[in-house]
């Protein structure tokens, strides 16, 4: 796949050396990533130290997603706490329940003169990440929408199309027992189980996750992932997994090792894993808009975004929250964020990152890259396809990991693991709606 430069490099950076001053306001910057999206940070910090004197940005690896919303946490509480915490989009909520530790990215911005225009971030994106006066709390920063990646070689070597129509759930099916016939121990695996095959699921079919519009509308939202469109998907799989079709390799991203090895033909993950898998894929590969169930009304209408955004924490200096509008004004200018959307995957989060892109001709020469963007913007959100808001939701996916499991391996059926998820995740919520009020 080709490669196009737009405006200053991300690249080649590491040449260049921070400007040291003894006046310099150091500004602490945790994050989830490690490989080579850790590179690709690390690469627009070194930047950004590199173009100024004022700031020095530090950034640090907290472990994933769940280690690092904790560890921000944890310091907070100590009076530790960095000036920059990346945070997964589950705990939004979260976040926007922790009064006093942070401080909303529109009022950061304000009060250091920056310039910040909200319009400017895509719906799909900004919508997460907004109060109901639509104002933002938090920076979206790396956001992913779910796909599929297709080993066309592993198609070929079955006797399959590798042009195959796999738009739809219903022709998976008949592909997946030719590549079983075939010989193929891994015709398809998953990553992010929760958020593809049930939170993406229902958005893409508008059929609400919970209540409440997913919980934007209310803390008094409860689970409702347990109906006949959920109830069928997840038990479809179940019966692939049980014939040897699906194969389940672990709760985040563990799958992903065996698609870049070549051992599977179909992987259902983020948009994201383009970085690793055009680093490491020596088949040849495409991406495919997530496959939808026939037949249901106003499928597919959008799916939804995963990764995380950067939320600002209270208790800092005057001085440091200048220098963090000033980062943050940087990683959403045009040219960072067409290149690392292009590097990685990831959405841009403004039109105009996506419009340097397609205008650079990136699309043209990488066939397949601006799928995830046309999916999440080509029809209009819905309430059931906006995003899902809701507390102890890291807590709710791992019961939801946990009910899938006993589908996968035979134990349950889905209607019973559904609901046992329902009945589970919504005392997680009813606790977080005393403790907030």
Known sequence: MKKFAIGAMIAGT??????VASAQ??????????GRLGELVDAQVVAFNGGQSDYKVVAS??????????AGIAAFRAGEQPDILMVFEVGTATMMGAKGAVKPVFQVMADAGAS????????????????????MLSLPFNSSTPVLWVNRDALTAAGIDADVDLSTWDK???????????????????????WIHLENL????????????????????????????????????????????FIYAGRRNEGG???????????????????GIKAEAKFAFDVRPLPYWEGVEGAPLNTIIGGASLWVMEGKDEANYKGVAEFLNYLSSTPVQAQWHQDTGYLPITAAAGDATREAGFYEANPGTDIAVIQMTTNTPTANSKGI?????????????????GVWSGGKDAQTALDSAVTRGNELLRRFEAASR
């Open 14 to 19: 590491t040449m260049l050396s921070p400007l």
């Open 389 to 405: 808001r809701l507390g102890n939701f890291d807590q709710i996916r791992t019961i939801i990991d946990e009910e899938l499991e």
């Open 172 to 194: 998976i099916g008949p592909v997946l027992d030719q590549l079983k016939a075939a010989g193929s121990t891994c015709p398809l695996t998953t990553a992010w189980q929760s």
């Open 257 to 275: 090792a065996n698609f870049r090895a070549g051992e599977c033909a179909l992987f259902t993950e983020s948009s994201a894993g383009y970085a």
């Open 61 to 70: 690896h907290k472990g994933n997603y769940s280690e690092t919303l904790n």
């Open 25 to 34: 306001t150091e500004i602490q910057f945790w994050h989830a990533f490690t």
């Open 202 to 245: 229902s958005a893409y079919h508008n059929v609400p996750f919970a209540t409440k519009d997913n919980g934007f509308a209310g803390l008094d939202a409860e689970l409702a992932f347990n109906s006949p469109l959920q109830v069928k998907h997840v038990q479809t799989m179940g019966d692939w997994a049980k014939d040897g079709k």
């Open 116 to 135: 910040f225009d909200q319009d400017a971030y895509i719906g799909a994106v900004k919508g997460y990440y907004t109060d109901t006066d639509g104002q």
